[in-house]
């Protein structure tokens, strides 16, 4: 491994445990999908790095799946969704910003302390791609708890899934099958909760998820 | 002879800095106004400002205590000894065993401390907002600095600058995340301690958004005069540590001939006023905040220069 090689990897894979905090950040809708689809950017960069340095042609496609559904065509949809449902101009999240915050950065560090002693004797690309996707997947964790807004949870389950694709792809040989079947389940596990949040919408007026705990079953 | 040339190279930074402060200033003024297609004003304006002021005659406050007299005479002292200690266009000068980032903060803090007491002193209500509000700001910014050179010092394996810096020329610093994490964490902590745009305007006088301007209402004659050189000498020493840590290409290495200097002061004053110039371009493209959304944004520097600490040991590989 290059110094320059290892670097670079390095800054893609910090740079997109950054763009999670700041989709932590964000609290209007519209930003958060551009946020989200940032990440989705530097995640087909990071990935597509990772095809050079590894020279794993079957990454490129990880990558360019990455690229066209979550950085285009997810955030599209989702941009539509929050236009149809009306919602655009809502402003909401449950905790302050800096309790938030310091939640992630102790996540953060967990994770690297997890991982750096769970991983001891690998190489040093894969012990920080895996330290960095967990710190990924716990802030899509946090994100997920910190909204109220069903689009909010969404895009933090994404961004768990982007934390998911970052380590498969530091673990050298993953199988082409695997990566298609994990895209598509996102694909399908996106169109499965687009459909509910306009049921929920139709159910209780609104997508914020309170309404939900307030339910007990039985028709209105 | 050599200690003679030595002193005479730290003295020409110390005037150097002294002298080029109200460039930068007249720089970034120069090009706001172009950005919004005025004429602005010329490059010199705040060096006539500085004489105009001089000349004119102190008007004290009849409660003033001592301590607002003296005040500008300390805050000016404190921001010019930490922004020459700052390398500018060499490395290893005679007094570089001293420009340890921490005595830097430290300077400025007290530089600080002293403006706030001065703001409070006469006992108007906007020297007291002007003060408290400063306050605010510092005991947010001051943790992220302190963050900030955490994890410079615990890259370069040292938290004097002239040992970062040399350590930053070095060929075996590659691209790293907590280099970039940190660049944008001090940016943003220069733009709250110069009392830039989107946490104070420094060109405003609405009772309701100011801060530093708040506090120095009551000074008038040499006293503002000291007091405006100390903001302008304050925003030159936070370009030049981004440039002597981010940006040192150019650098004299220590010990160097005459014309390494020359390289060395033209590559610095190439370095401001880019910095000018960018530091232009943000300022018109964003809009102030609201007070409460300084801690915020604040918070956020900090956090970088945590997870760039953080991150520090995920490329050692040690925890």
Known sequence: MHGFDFDVAHLLAGGLVLVSFMLLYQDRLYALLNVFALQAVLLALAVGWQAYVQDAPHLYITAAIALLFKAIVIPVALHRMIVKLGIHREIESVTGMGVTMLAGVGLVALSLVVMLHATAGESALAREDIAFALSVLLLGLLIMVTRRNAVGQVVGFMSMENGLVLAATGAKGMPLVVEFSVAFSILIAFIVIGIFLFRIRERFDTVDVEALDRARGGRR | ?319
């Open chain 2, 1 to 319: 002879m050599a200690l003679i040339r030595d002193l005479a190279v730290q003295g020409a930074e110390m005037l150097l800095v002294l002298i080029l402060a109200p460039l930068v200033t007249g720089v970034v003024r120069k090009f706001k106004a172009r950005l919004l297609r005025r004429v602005g004003p010329p490059l010199i304006q705040p060096y006539r400002e500085l004489a105009r002021l001089l000349r004119k005659e102190v008007v004290l406050a009849d409660n003033a205590s001592w301590l607002f007299r003296a005040a500008p005479y300390l805050i000016f002292a404190a921001t010019w000894v930490a922004a020459a200690l700052v390398p500018t266009f060499a490395v290893g000068l005679v007094f570089s065993w001293s420009a340890d980032l921490i005595a830097i903060v430290a300077l400025l803090g007290s530089a600080r401390f002293f403006l706030a007491l001065a703001g409070m002193d006469v006992g108007t209500s906007f020297g007291g907002i002007g003060s408290s509000r400063e306050v605010m700001i510092a005991s947010l910014a001051e943790p992220a600095m302190i963050m900030i050179i955490f994890a410079l010092a615990l890259l370069a394996g040292s938290t004097q600058l002239s040992t970062i810096a040399a350590y930053m020329l070095s060929p075996h610093v590659g691209l790293r995340v907590t280099l970039a994490m940190a660049l944008v964490a001090i940016i943003m902590v220069g733009i709250a301690e110069n009392a830039r745009v989107p946490i104070d305007n420094p060109t405003t006088h609405l009772e309701l958004t100011m801060v530093h301007e708040a506090m120095v209402l009551e000074y008038s004659g040499r006293h503002l005069a000291l007091i405006e050189l100390s903001a302008e000498l304050k925003l030159l020493l936070y370009l030049s540590l981004i440039a002597c840590v981010f940006l040192p290409w150019g650098l004299a290495p220590p010990g160097a001939g005459w014309s390494a200097y020359a390289l060395g002061a033209s590559s610095y004053v190439a370095k401001l006023m880019a910095g000018a110039i960018a530091l232009a371009f943000f300022e018109t493209a964003i809009a102030k905040m609201r007070v409460f959304r300084i801690p915020g944004f604040l918070g956020a520097a900090l956090m970088l220069g945590l997870l760039g600490t953080l991150f520090l040991f995920v490329s050692r590989g040690g925890l």
